[in-house]
């Protein structure tokens, strides 16, 4: 698959490595390519171009910028290049304000989700929450005592979750799918609870599993 990731930090690098390693094409896209430059020494194939470049390459897009900035992002990556695409949407609505004990401030409320506020803005494009709640060092088929770690994800296109859920299965993931768009209300505050343990007691080595009685 052609994936295009919108984002230069640490996860568009985390999950632009698992795509590669798995076989895909991979763009990444930023503002300023000088960013990349040591990525790009290290994965030959990664290609890097602007944001429009970006989306107008991905048969999958990726999300991975600052929630705060996600909105502009998409819309210098140009709404035409993402109409009808799954996007993956890693991003979680981390306001500026400084944590409090450990706990995250969000800029969104419990009601309204930041992947409903890109939804919205961006009808024709096929959002799926995933990869927001964990860090990006276990992004890519990380190896738990306990098994295969679940992802959430919700959106409102069965085919982008089909997508998504296909690339969790290469990543190594089980795929909880918790519905439409307003399941990440539930999905992004999960982010502040994976993040506690590593802002209080510098503890990352965990992910979250859904357990069933069969
Ligand atoms: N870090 C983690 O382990 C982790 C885990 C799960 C989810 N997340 C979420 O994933 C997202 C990416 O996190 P990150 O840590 O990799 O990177 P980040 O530092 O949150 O974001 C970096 C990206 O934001 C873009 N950006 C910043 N200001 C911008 C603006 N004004 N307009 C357009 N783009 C702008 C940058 O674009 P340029 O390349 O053009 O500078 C860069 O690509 C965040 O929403 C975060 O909450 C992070």
Redesign the pocket.
């Known amino acids: 698959m052609k994936v295009g990731i919108l ?6 690098k985390a999950l632009a490595g698992g795509f590669l390693r798995h076989g895909h094409q991979v763009m990444l896209g ?3 390519a000088a ?1 990349l430059k040591d990525f790009a020494a290290q994965h030959r194939r990664a290609q890097i171009g602007s944001f429009v470049d970006t989306a107008k390459f991905g048969e999958l897009i990726v999300l ?4 705060t ?1 996600a909105l ?2 998409l819309k ?1 990556a140009g709404a035409p290049n993402i109409a009808g695409k799954p996007v993956m949407d ?3 609505p ?1 306001a500026d304000a400084p944590p409090a004990n450990g706990v995250l401030r969000f800029f969104t409320d419990m009601n309204l989700s930041l992947m409903e506020r890109l939804q919205s803005a961006f009808p024709d494009a096929h959002f799926v929450k995933a ?2 709640s ?3 060092a276990l992004m890519v088929n990380p190896q738990f005592n306990g098994g295969k770690p679940t992802m959430f994800i919700c959106g409102n296109d069965d085919a982008a979750k089909r997508t998504v859920r296909g690339i969790l299965d290469q990543f190594g993931w089980e795929t909880a799918d918790m519905g439409k768009a307003e399941a990440a209300r539930a999905i992004e505050p999960l ?1 502040m609870l994976w993040l506690i343990p590593g802002l209080l007691r510098n503890e990352w080595s965990h992910a979250f599993k859904l357990l069933r009685q069969e």
């Open positions: 984002g230069s930090g640490d996860v568009a930023t503002r300023d960013k991975a910028v600052k929630g900035v502009d992002a210098a890693a991003t979680n981390i990869f927001n964990v860090g990006n982010c």
